[in-house]
Structures are given as structure tokens and as C-alpha cells.
């Protein structure tokens, strides 16, 4: 698998593939799963309109934008990645 390295930007463009059920995330945090260019990793989300927002897309079936700010570390989340997407952003 390729990773990706070196992200300067705070925009991804990927598809929301699945909720994982990761019994490990602390209350208030919801772990998903996303597909982007065949490569698959994971986010998390820890503001409740957002995570609303993003079962509401996964219901719908929708494909959109995520944004965040990219941290270096796997966040505790993102394994296999030595990057993860900030959850509170």
C-alpha cells in the first residue's frame, strides 16, 4: 500500500465509506472509514453536528468533501499512516 506523505493542504477529496465500530473511541468521537484513490484510511469526528452530517451522507449514499487539518501521527486512529486528520477541525 502507498502512503501518503508530506500533506501541506487541509482538503481531501474522498468518499465516506463506512462507520466503523470501533468499540475504543472515546465517548463523543466517531471513527470513520474512507476510500480515496484506492487507498483506504480512517478519521475521526468529534463535533456532533459534523458526525450527524456524515451519517446523514453515508444513509444517503452521498459522496462529498472532507476537510480538516492534517496532524502528523496516526492520531491513535489512522494506522498504517504517519498522518491523521485533527478530529476537532
Not at 462507520?19 to 476510500?35: F, H, L, N
Request: glycine share 12%; proline share 2%.
Amino acid at each position: 500500500m502507498r502512503k501518503q506523505y508530506g500533506f501541506t493542504g487541509a482538503l481531501l477529496f474522498a468518499a465516506l465509506i463506512g462507520c466503523s465500530k470501533d468499540t475504543t473511541a472515546p465517548e463523543g468521537r466517531r471513527i470513520y472509514q474512507v476510500e480515496v484513490a484506492g487507498e483506504t484510511f480512517r478519521l475521526a469526528i468529534e463535533d456532533a453536528r459534523a458526525i450527524a452530517r456524515a451519517d446523514s451522507l453515508l444513509a444517503s449514499g452521498s459522496e462529498n468533501n472532507i476537510h480538516g487539518t492534517v496532524k502528523r501521527g496516526n492520531g491513535g486512529f489512522n494506522t498504517g499512516y504517519s498522518w491523521h486528520l485533527d478530529p476537532r477541525t
